[in-house]
């Protein structure tokens, strides 16, 4: 099964750090996030192949300048494609010819750190297939049903406060998408459809996935109450959520017996 890393788009978020490095490349204890990603997914058995989608401007050879010569001490080879700045769902049409022997294939966005427990998510889309009658689902999306509230809360009385509540894990209303899943190759048909009207850039959650849950099947994986979830914005916003990050590390680290 492959790997599929989306490590391109421009950051405007994320500017100014974005000027001068891409968002994978942020650096996190002297190595840029993107690292820990890949040491992390490469230590999964079922995980043959990484493929990076990346510019291949000044800022994604970055990306590919960091990871020449290292794909011994990775464990797994790494692949790396053009991202022509057409959108997410644009992206994955160009990795299409790579994944065409496999039954499923993973895709993470590489600014997004969690120890997510990948065989158990592949195992869950093969009980659900079974489970369905189907040959194969369209995927599955990874999600969480809490998260930590950014800011604390007060309790008020008119304008007096009577209780301070310092930030605190909230369940969700509705579970959050982490920009992590696991797709079969049926998600290209849509891929596809959407290329043939005529969009030649489109965004795989707004234009492809808001469309298929109304009609088709698309599962979800909850990484559950104890795995932590980041989306790295910014240097300053990893700073901010320093304790969540090395919360991260730890369980990457534990997981599957390290990633140094």
Not at 77 to 86: A, H, S, T, Y
């Given at each position: 099964?492959?790997?599929?890393?989306?490590?391109?788009?421009?950051?405007?978020r994320?500017?100014?750090f974005?000027?001068?490095?891409?968002?994978?490349?942020?650096?996190?204890?002297?190595?840029?996030?993107?690292?820990?990603?890949?040491?992390?997914?490469a230590?999964f058995?079922?995980?043959?192949?990484?493929?990076?989608?990346?510019?291949?401007?000044?800022?994604?050879?970055?990306?590919?300048?960091?990871?020449e010569?290292?794909?011994?001490?990775?464990?797994k080879?790494?692949?790396?494609?053009?991202?022509?700045?057409?959108g997410t769902?644009?992206?994955?049409?160009?990795?299409?010819k790579y994944?065409?022997?496999d039954?499923?294939?993973?895709?993470w966005?590489?600014?997004?750190?969690?120890?997510?427990k990948?065989e158990?998510?592949?195992?869950?889309?093969?009980?659900v297939?079974?489970?369905?009658?189907?040959?194969?689902?369209?995927?599955?999306?990874?999600?969480?049903?809490?998260?930590?509230?950014?800011t604390?809360?007060v309790?008020?009385?008119?304008?007096?406060?009577?209780?301070?509540?310092?930030k605190?894990?909230v369940?969700l209303?509705?579970p959050?998408?982490?920009?992590?899943?696991?797709?079969?190759?049926?998600?290209?048909?849509?891929l596809?459809k959407?290329?043939?009207?005529?969009?030649?850039?489109?965004?795989?959650s707004?234009?492809?996935?808001?469309?298929?849950?109304?009609?088709e099947?698309?599962?979800?994986?909850?990484?559950?109450?104890?795995?932590e979830?980041?989306d790295?914005?910014?240097?300053?916003?990893?700073?901010?959520n320093?304790?969540?990050v090395?919360?991260?590390l730890?369980?990457?680290r534990?997981?599957l017996?390290?990633?140094?």
């Open positions: 099964m492959k790997a599929i890393l989306l490590a391109g788009g421009s950051g405007s994320a500017r100014p974005t000027d001068y490095v891409p968002k994978a490349m942020f650096p996190l204890d002297g190595r840029p996030i993107i690292d820990y990603l890949v040491k992390y997914i230590q058995s079922q995980i043959n192949e990484i493929i990076i989608v990346c510019n291949f401007d000044s800022f994604g050879k970055q990306i590919i300048n960091y990871f010569g290292k794909q011994s001490i990775m464990g080879p790494i692949i790396f494609v053009e991202d022509i700045k057409n769902g644009g992206s994955l049409l160009k990795i299409e994944v065409t022997q039954e499923c294939f993973l895709v966005f590489a600014d997004n750190l969690c120890a997510l990948i158990q998510m592949i195992q869950k889309y093969h009980q297939n079974m489970k369905s009658g189907r040959t194969g689902s369209i995927g599955m999306v990874v999600v969480r049903k809490r998260r930590r509230e950014e604390a809360r309790i008020l009385d008119d304008s007096q406060i009577k209780e301070f509540m310092e605190q894990r369940k209303e509705q959050e998408a982490l920009g992590i899943y696991l797709f079969s190759k049926r998600i290209f048909q849509y596809h959407r290329s043939r009207e005529g969009f030649a850039n489109f965004n795989l707004y234009d492809i996935l808001n469309q298929i849950t109304n009609m099947e698309l599962f979800s994986y909850d990484i559950g109450e104890n795995i979830w980041i790295i914005e910014s240097p300053t916003y990893m700073d901010r320093k304790d969540i090395e919360k991260i730890l369980q990457m534990s997981g017996g390290g990633l140094d």
